[in-house]
């Protein structure tokens, strides 16, 4: 039989990025996995400019380049990405051991489903974000002064 | 009440296009007209070599599963004037590949689907085989299961997955929820033998809940459920402390069961 052509539709990167019409938790998902990179990114980095200290170059002392505003503003970003993603990654944890997802339900039309019964546990993590970003920028402003 | 919407029709004919593109058709509507009928006034009045999968024409054969307007649900069971007043894009499932204009290539999710082993594992195989009695199953354990087995299999939910979009090994949302489906079953003892799969890397902690597979779904089976209650479960199992039960007991023969007293007796055969 003679192989037939196929035309490969599979999303890659599009398919956390790209539009539709989603919910929430998608997009509590593509920020989860954003911070996830940022945070790592942002070890690596950490790993590279300990380092250099061992060539007796010191970037964080006062005046150096890590006391530009433009590397202040990246650290409160770093802060940010840990807040957002601790609590979503509890709200996860939670979720996926099935503690708030509620029992299986008959399906009956209009259909309900575990996205409504973990949405409040969703919404107190953001609040609790929120108010982390909120004392942290505080802190962040109060020491830029 | 728009007269016409522009159908906005993802072509791929593998004979001689390199790759797909969009075609616009204006189709006249009326209310109450589906996605489903739309693609039919299409072939029979403007184009009629446009292709797509389709056969109940009422939400039960999971064949027809498309990209409606961004999201992925059932041609027949979408009416075009809930989701449209002048556009609509209509295009093949993403995350299969396209075999023809709207049809998608759904091979994939149904060799991950067998590889969950989606049936009842038992070590009394010849009881299964040629059956002598029936297995105790109270309603309660009945409903741990119920949701799991409405799925009809038209890869909506494995289009939406975004884990999928960048994963081809991950299981996705179908074939998990159907391990579970059986996982529950209290007549089933392969759960072990599944966690094989299921807890592999690919498996289901892939899933990080978005939540889509659940909001497309076109029956409420809510995979996204049946696959947190799959990660608990191997949590469990990991760490031995799930309780090891054992499958359900087969309880008479056919025609051994002594009838509850207050059910009328069937009427005596007339034939």
């Known amino acids: 039989m003679a192989e037939i052509k196929r035309h490969d539709n599979r999303l890659g990167l599009w398919g956390w990025l790209g539009g539709g019409r989603w919910g929430i938790e998608r997009y509590a998902y593509i920020l989860h996995r954003l911070t996830g990179l940022g945070i790592l990114l942002y070890f690596l980095m950490h790993v590279v400019v300990t380092s250099l200290r061992a060539r007796g170059i010191y970037l964080w002392v006062e005046g150096g380049v890590f006391h530009q505003p433009m590397f202040k503003f990246g650290e409160f970003l770093v802060f940010a990405a840990f807040a957002y993603h601790a609590l979503n990654g509890v709200r996860l944890v939670l979720v996926e051991l099935g503690l708030a997802v509620g029992k299986p339900i008959e399906p009956v039309y209009p259909y309900k489903t575990s996205l409504g019964v973990q949405r409040p546990l969703l919404i107190a993590m953001m609040i609790l974000a929120a108010i982390l970003l909120a004392a942290g920028g505080y802190n962040f402003l109060s020491l830029a002064k | ?271």
Request: glycine letters at 8%; proline letters at 7%; aromatic letters at 8%.
């Open chain 2, 1 to 271: 009440m728009p007269a016409e919407i522009n159908f906005h029709v993802t072509r791929y004919n593998p004979e001689c296009d390199q790759a797909p593109y969009v075609k616009t058709y204006r189709v006249p509507v009326r209310e109450g007209m589906t996605v489903l009928d739309g693609l039919h006034y299409i072939k029979d009045n403007l184009d009629s070599s446009l292709a797509w999968r389709y056969s109940c024409r009422m939400g039960v054969c999971g064949s027809c599963g498309m990209l409606l307007n961004g999201r992925a649900t059932l041609a027949c069971n979408t009416q075009i004037l809930h989701i449209a007043t002048t556009d609509l894009t209509v295009g093949p499932l993403p995350n299969f590949d396209i075999i023809r204009d709207l049809v998608p290539d759904l091979l994939t999710m149904f060799e991950k689907h067998v590889a969950v082993k989606p049936y009842i594992v038992r070590a009394d195989e010849a009881e299964l085989d040629d059956p002598a009695g029936e297995f105790y199953q109270s309603p309660e354990e009945l409903g741990a299961y119920l949701q799991f087995t409405y799925c009809i299999k038209c890869g909506c939910c494995m289009a939406a997955c975004p884990t999928l979009a960048t994963d081809a090994r991950y299981s996705g949302p179908m074939p998990l929820a159907a391990a579970q489906r059986y996982n529950a079953d209290t007549r089933d003892d392969g759960r072990r033998a599944r966690n094989q799969l299921t807890g592999s890397s690919h498996g289901a902690f892939r899933c990080h809940y978005a939540g889509e597979c659940s909001r497309v779904c076109p029956k409420g089976v809510d995979p996204a459920k049946a696959i947190q209650y799959l990660k608990r479960q191997l949590v469990l199992d990991y760490l031995h402390l799930a309780r090891r039960k054992k499958p359900c007991a087969k309880m008479h023969g056919p025609g051994q069961g002594k009838p509850l007293a207050n059910i009328t007796p069937a009427p005596a055969k007339t034939v």
